[in-house]
């Protein structure tokens, strides 16, 4: 509005300032001899002084104008890609940056066994190479546990069975200057998942190494990243990057011992996995490990079938051995807490988080049958629909078969075990306690 006044003002300015010119013309060609122009005005009909006639001159201030109408906003623009700042560094994406930093908790492997070489009895060495994730540092003692797999350290032609001469490397340190020695704390082929131990390395005392940081891998979906950190062939550390297949599938093949069948619970992945990469790492978008990778299919007319231990058997089973190793002194299998029951599911269907966006499975998981003598004798039931199991305090909430046998690898003898679970309709909640009578040892 102060513009449109203006304006008014300019107008009413202008028309001030030629009065004077146009009153001064008395001697001028406006009229006959030589009338003045208010002479001529009262000749014409008009009535009053002259100040009157010079005051009729005056033109009334101009009305203001209408205001213009908004223009139509304008089309957002695509937003520009990321360019170099100031000092010449390009912008590195969160997940390229996650994945680069998981590199300093990849180890590659190194195994030597004694095989026969010959028929005259003569002995020789060989080596087998893969790979392994740092799980626990001391940075400080130099101390480290690695998880990998138990056919990377087990041959079963050697005359140890598990290497006695074990060595591994971090990531940019591959030479033999930098070799760390490792021992074998134990495993179980029917996992396939073994724990080294490093201690009093003046190596990881001055490296940059880091534990690796572990995702639920029951929270991984379908079409989801994967990026596998591994030593195919053994040539160093490197990266493929591809998605996840199946989120769940067992997988039936033969053991490290080249006779026993073993089924393993699997992530199906489409990353390149080749000899050596057995044991390294397969990370999410975050740098969290999901899973251990284990196995690929091989053949003529199959393309992009490999497989991982996901990351809550994987840890599982490290972390039990771990504990119990040190408890026991045992080196050889998983101790398992057995509820005496066989689990089913009688559905199975998929759900569609809205506001996550993302598709599951999901299954109601009920007792299909309860051992007699068994730890679940008299408290569970068949037909019982297992809602949520607790240990030490953690929660599991059981929405597949799976996740019973998995939460199990985290019990330990005394704990206590609460299930929630669904009866007749109602939800009600039933406790064991682990007791010796109930562990299993699996190899």
């Known amino acids: 509005m102060m513009t449109k006044k203006l304006s008014a003002l300019l107008l009413s300015a202008l028309l001030v300032l030629t ?53 139509a906003d304008g089309e957002d623009g695509k937003d520009g890609e990321d360019g170099k700042d100031g000092s010449d ?156 297949s199946v989120d769940s599938e067992e997988l039936t093949m033969t053991g490290a011992d080249e006779r026993t069948e073993v089924t393993f619970r699997t992530i199906r992945i489409d990353a390149a996995v080749n000899e050596g990469n057995s044991g390294g790492g397969l990370f999410n978008t975050a740098g969290q490990l999901i899973g251990i990778v284990n196995a690929k299919i091989i053949a003529d007319d199959i393309d992009g079938i490999a497989y991982a231990i996901p990351s809550n058997i994987a840890v599982g089973v490290a972390q039990n051995i771990i504990d119990n190793s040190s408890r026991l002194s045992y080196t050889d299998g998983v101790w398992r807490c057995l509820l005496g029951v066989m689990v089913g599911s009688v559905e199975s269907r998929r759900e569609v988080d809205e506001e996550q966006g993302i598709v599951a499975i999901v299954e109601d998981v009920v007792v299909s049958e309860v051992v007699e003598g068994g730890l679940a004798d008299g408290v569970l039931e068949v037909d019982d629909h297992l809602i949520s199991a607790t240990i030490n305090g953690k929660v599991y909430e059981i929405t597949r078969t799976f996740v019973v046998v998995d939460a199990m690898l985290n019990a330990r003898m005394g704990d206590t075990v609460s299930l929630l679970i669904e009866r007749d309709g109602e939800l009600t909640r039933v406790s064991f306690e682990c007791t010796e009578d109930c562990i299993s040892v699996t190899k």
Request: glycine share 14%.
């Open 19 to 71: 009065l004077p010119l146009l009153a001064s013309c008395k001697n001028g060609r406006n009229g006959a001899d030589g009338e003045s122009a208010y002479e001529i005005a009262l000749r014409h009909g008009f009535e009053g002084t002259e100040e009157e006639w010079l005051e009729s001159l005056r033109g009334s201030d101009g009305t203001d104008g209408k205001d213009g109408t908004d223009g």
């Open 89 to 244: 560094t390009i912008a590195i994406p969160d997940s390229d940056r996650a994945y680069n930093l998981a590199l300093l908790s990849a180890v590659s492997v190194y195994c030597d066994f004694t095989v026969s070489g010959g028929w005259l009895g003569q002995t020789e060495t060989a080596t087998s190479a893969g790979s392994g994730v740092i799980y626990q540092l001391d940075q400080e003692s130099g101390d480290a546990y690695i998880i990998t797999n138990y056919h990377v350290v087990y041959a079963a032609d050697s005359r140890e069975g598990i290497s006695k001469d074990i060595t591994v490397y971090l990531y940019g340190m591959e030479y033999t200057d930098y070799a760390i020695e490792a021992t074998y704390v134990g495993g179980a082929m029917h996992y396939d998942i073994a724990v080294l131990r490093v201690e009093g390395s003046e190596i990881l005392k001055q490296s940059e190494a880091r534990a690796v940081k572990v995702a639920d891998s029951g929270d991984i979906v379908v079409g989801g990243s994967a990026v596998a950190i591994g030593n195919p062939e053994a040539g160093g550390i490197s990266v493929t990057r591809g998605i996840i």
